[in-house]
């Protein structure tokens, strides 16, 4: 579907109104707070509740104005190839986006780079894992442990599918996720009904899920980003989060420029400052999460820094994959819009 043309300021400086789209946490607004009053920008940013609110605003004959959004690894062609809702990236507009100090498992790499185009810019990224109370439940070892009769009720989900989807998949022990069959997705689903019973609610967002545990309403959030201990913490509800036997997944969301970018010398100029040291460094603290540049561990405290064994990052990261989506289209392997649907009948009882 081609973009209406959307007229665009006629201005080359830097300044003026930013409109972003982001995770709650990783808006940056008081990590280049600086550079934001230097520059005469005033950064207006709305928080979306899962990765589908970037396209829903953005697709269509009307999207809506954004500067500056992020997508989660695995929607990569999917906004570039096949919606087109974001543009080709001029690495020349974002120095600080360079193969010295960006990890290699970061520059460059098919997430976020490819036919010989920069699409987007990795700037952070973290586990999903199991998030629990400690003073609700003992510390889990398996997804299997929220099964217990006890925890009926107390336990919640994140309506998010890039975590939700493989964390099922694993605990049916279907591990080709997002390359399954659709026998195999049946029995994902099937699985997957056992913790529905335990479900108190299908939360729309992560700040949601932090309401919860802080009303004492759940016990546990089944594969969530860990950020939300910190979220959690702020308001006196101390959880935790572990990495059960199944395993945990890795994400990294990457800053992108929309088609109905409005003022893109100000959002290239944003997207650089994130990714300075002492942003990235800042936005590591505060969320919990992982940074792709060498200068921000240099930046960082050693609370901070020692979350993650930066000296192995690069080897580390080869071994852990970041997932993709299912296919759009496929005779074999079950669809993304299976999927969708079968996700959809778990939320409904069906």
Same mark, same amino acid.
């Given at each position: ?128 894992? *199991? ?8 510390? %889990?070892?398996?997804? @299997? /442990?929220? !099964? #217990?009769?006890?925890? &009926? ?14 964390? *099922? ?8 996720? %997002?390359?399954?069959? @659709? /026998?195999? !997705? #049946?029995?994902?689903? &099937? ?160």
């Amino acid at each position: 579907m081609a973009m209406p043309f959307i007229p665009r300021p006629a201005q080359a400086d830097v300044g003026g109104d930013l409109i972003t789209l982001t995770w709650e946490g990783f808006d940056n607004i008081e990590a280049t707070k600086e550079w934001a009053a230097n520059n005469h920008v005033s950064i207006t940013n709305a928080s979306m509740a899962t990765q589908d609110d970037v396209q829903a605003k953005l697709i269509g004959g009307s999207p809506v104005r954004l500067d500056v959004t992020s997508y989660n690894q695995a929607y990569n062609t999917f906004y570039a190839d096949e919606l087109k809702i974001i543009e080709a990236l001029d690495p020349a507009r974002i120095p600080n986006y360079n193969e010295t100090d960006i990890f290699d498992a970061f520059y460059r790499k098919d997430r976020w780079f490819w036919n010989d185009t920069l699409w987007a810019v990795p700037f952070c990224w973290g586990l999903v894992a *199991l998030v629990y109370n400690p003073k609700m439940m003992a510390r %889990p070892k398996s997804y @299997k /442990d929220l !099964l #217990a009769p006890e925890l &009926e009720g107390k336990i919640a989900f994140v309506d998010d599918n890039t975590g939700t989807w493989p964390g *099922l998949a694993k605990v049916a022990g279907v591990d080709s996720y %997002p390359n399954v069959t @659709k /026998d195999e !997705l #049946a029995k994902i689903f &099937e699985n997957a009904k056992l913790y529905r019973e335990q479900t108190k609610s299908f939360a729309p967002s992560n700040g949601d899920v932090v309401s919860l545990f802080v009303a004492g309403e759940i016990a546990a959030c089944f594969c969530i980003g860990t950020n939300v201990t910190v979220d959690t913490a702020r308001q006196g509800v101390v959880t935790e989060y572990v990495i059960p036997e199944e395993g945990a997944f890795m994400w990294s969301d990457a800053l992108c420029i929309p088609k109905s970018v409005g003022n893109i010398d100000t959002a290239y100029a944003f997207i650089n400052e994130v990714m300075g040291p002492l942003p990235q460094a800042a936005q590591s603290k505060r969320n919990i999460c992982g940074s792709p540049s060498r200068k921000a561990v240099e930046a960082m405290d050693d609370d901070t820094r020692s979350l993650f064994d930066y000296a192995k990052l690069d080897d580390v990261l080869k071994n852990t994959p970041l997932l993709g989506i299912p296919p759009r289209e496929s005779d074999d392997i079950a669809t993304y819009d299976e999927w969708v649907q079968a996700y959809e009948n778990l939320k409904v009882g069906i």
